[in-house]
Each structure stands twice: as structure tokens, then as C-alpha cells.
Nanobody
């Protein structure tokens, strides 16, 4: 079964850092595009970052460019999101996603709270 498990969230002060992990099972992260999304209270879910399956190229939302870095660790079948210089507006539940077999799979989210 395809499963994703996000972890690593927490409470951090503005300017701090967190590293989120998305542990995958049932498929290899090296063969699929993996995305990180977030949803803040009262807002729609938005894309944060994605790593491409073909050439491992990456993309970022304008709001996180230069602060967040997505990467994969194939040996651990895990995708990471390193988040630096965090801002209060980064507060949200963060989810990882994979489209596998034409279906979207979502991990349970991990809460990130950035205090000012």
C-alpha cells in the first residue's frame, strides 16, 4: 500500500528552522514527483515545493524561495523539507503528496507554528 508519513513539525520562533520528513512506503520516492503542501487556518491548501521524478529538479512557491529546500534520501525512501528563516506566516499544517497510479496520496499533516 502507498503510504506517506509526515513528521518534524513543532513550535519555533521567527527566524528559526525546522526539517520536515515525509517517509514513504509502497513506492520509491526516486521514481515519483513528491510535493509539499500546507494549509493555514481559514485558507486553502497551497503548494510549497515539489521535486521532479525525472531529473530531481525542484520548484518552490515564491513565498518560500531562498528559505526552504526540498531533497530526497533514497536510502531512507524519505523526502525532506528544510525550512529556514521561518516566519509567522509559515504557520500551517504541512502535508506531503504523491500522485501514484493516477491517484493522489496524502500523508497525515504535521503542524508547524512560528511565533513572532
Amino acid at each position: 500500500d502507498v503510504q506517506l508519513q509526515a513528521s518534524g513539525g513543532g513550535l519555533v520562533q521567527a527566524g528559526g528552522s525546522l526539517r520536515l520528513s515525509c517517509a514513504a512506503s509502497g513506492f520509491s520516492v526516486d521514481n515519483y514527483a513528491i510535493g509539499w503542501f500546507r494549509q493555514a487556518p481559514g485558507k486553502e491548501r497551497e503548494g510549497v515545493s515539489c521535486i521532479n521524478s525525472f531529473d530531481r529538479s525542484t520548484s518552490y512557491a515564491d513565498s518560500v524561495k531562498g528559505r526552504f529546500t526540498i531533497s530526497t534520501e533514497n536510502a531512507e525512501n524519505t523526502v525532506y523539507l528544510q525550512m529556514n528563516s521561518l516566519k509567522p506566516e509559515d504557520t500551517a499544517v504541512y502535508y506531503c503528496n504523491v500522485r501514484y497510479g493516477g491517484m493522489d496520496y496524502w500523508g497525515k499533516g504535521t503542524q508547524v507554528t512560528v511565533s513572532s
